[in-house]
């Protein structure tokens, strides 16, 4: 039976929380908290080195996208009773990553907003289904594959630069992986390799800042470049990627969630991240699913209260985001590389088997995939837009019957969450 989107009012089911929380909501919210705030962290701030950030813009960006990305869920999950979790967008950080190495910071922040202008207009408007038939799921999933498969490299990169950080995290991961399900093996991974970093000092304790810094407004600036190769695939990847597998997850639990709200909120929650330099607070796939599943309960109308848990961690790691930031610049290259892309093997899989488990547009798909691999930069525009568009011209010519399949609602069942994002 379906569980109906719960409109009563916020504050009533505020004063329910406490009723709800259970040793199994309290722990998937914690779960998908500390999986959230350890190697995904790592690559936003990973990404901030890379383009040349100062402290100040690193925290800036890591605070909004866990603050504002942990009020929207808690917001939603209240008001909605049901299990929608808020964060940001882990390809879409990958995506930005490898954009500041050719636009300056203003430029990325400016574009940041407009993505967010992008997907609230989706939202209010209707027009999600549309946009998606033209660039297709398995496409945007092939493109997000392309830009992310550098982290699952990284893994290996490491093993070769500094074989007994990077080994260690690995064997941790594994043997987490393998012997309990009560410990994050990416957790056991950040502290197994921390620690011997420690001990054979690579750690850069002069790094270290108990005080950390203070998140700051950032000042957008605007160009068309950058709105076309940032603003644009962010958009899709929040509606394609994020806001479609929390609303496939949450489906397949039995709920009925309310859809164009999710995707109205997160354009606004775009748009707000933005002014501290975020690239956007959504609603985040990942977390949703842990904290929607058995594992969150049995009872499905208390599930949400394990969001409001993930909330309010993930709040309070963004408040202490200047402490997270001064903590990994401390930490040597091969350990952030090896747990990031520890990190991302699970979000690498899942995305590879949502771009080709189906028939239709493999080949635009490959396409999508490798343009984004190659890194290109054409006319001053990144390879994830590129990869879109190559992917798309490549399907309409070869699998031109897949996109009347596709407008039919025939198919697979990303058509039909799709649909439903619609």
């Not at 800036?60 to 866990?66: D, E, I, Q, T």
Request: glycine share 12%.
């Amino acid at each position: 039976m379906a569980v109906k989107p719960n409109k009563r009012p916020f504050m009533e089911g505020l004063k329910e929380i406490p009723r709800h929380l259970t040793i199994k909501t309290v722990s998937a919210g914690t779960l998908a908290a500390v999986f959230g705030c350890t190697g995904p962290a790592l690559i936003i701030i990973g990404g901030a080195q890379n383009g040349s950030l100062t402290n100040v813009q690193t925290a800036s960006w890591l605070f909004s996208v866990y603050f504002f990305g942990a009020v929207l869920g808690i917001f939603l999950s209240v008001k909605y009773r049901q299990p929608i979790a808020g964060a940001w967008s882990i390809p879409g950080a990958v995506l930005v990553a490898a954009a500041l190495k050719n636009y300056p910071f203003s430029e990325a922040v400016g574009a940041f907003f407009v993505a967010g202008i992008i997907v609230f207009i989706l939202g209010i408007s209707g027009l999600i289904g549309k946009v998606m038939e033209w660039i297709p799921v398995p496409i945007v999933m092939g493109m997000i594959a392309g830009a992310m498969i550098k982290f699952g490299v990284g893994i290996v990169t490491s093993l070769e630069s500094a074989p007994i950080i990077a080994g260690s995290a690995l064997a941790a991961y594994l043997l987490s992986s393998r012997m309990t399900a009560k410990i994050p093996p990416i957790l056991s991974a950040l502290l197994a390799s921390s620690l011997i970093a420690a001990l054979v000092g690579q750690f850069q304790t002069k790094e270290l800042s108990i005080g950390g810094v203070v998140p700051q407004l950032a000042g957008p600036s605007f160009s068309l470049d950058a709105i076309i190769s940032i603003s644009i695939p962010l958009a899709l990847l929040v509606i394609g990627a994020e806001n479609a597998q929390a609303t496939g997850v949450l489906m397949a639990q039995g709920y009925r969630p309310p859809v164009n709200e999710m995707t109205v909120i997160s354009g606004v929650g775009g748009m707000v991240a933005s002014l501290f330099g975020g690239h956007n607070a959504n609603i985040a796939g990942p977390m949703t699913a842990i904290c929607a599943s058995d594992e969150a309960g049995d009872k499905k109308e208390s599930r949400y209260a394990a969001v409001f848990v993930n909330g309010i961690l993930f709040g309070l790691f963004g408040l202490s985001a200047g402490i997270a930031v001064s903590f990994v610049a401390a930490m040597p290259e091969a350990l952030i590389g090896t747990v990031a892309g520890l990190a991302m093997i699970g979000v690498l899989v899942n995305t590879f088997q949502a771009a080709f488990q189906d028939r239709r547009f493999q080949v635009g798909t490959f396409f999508a995939l490798v343009i984004a691999m190659s890194g290109v930069n054409f006319l001053k525009i990144s390879s994830p837009f590129w990869a879109l568009v190559g992917g798309v011209i490549v399907s309409y010519i070869l699998e031109k019957n897949d996109f009347n399949a596709s407008k039919s609602g025939r198919g697979e069942e990303s058509g039909d969450a799709l649909e439903a994002v619609g």
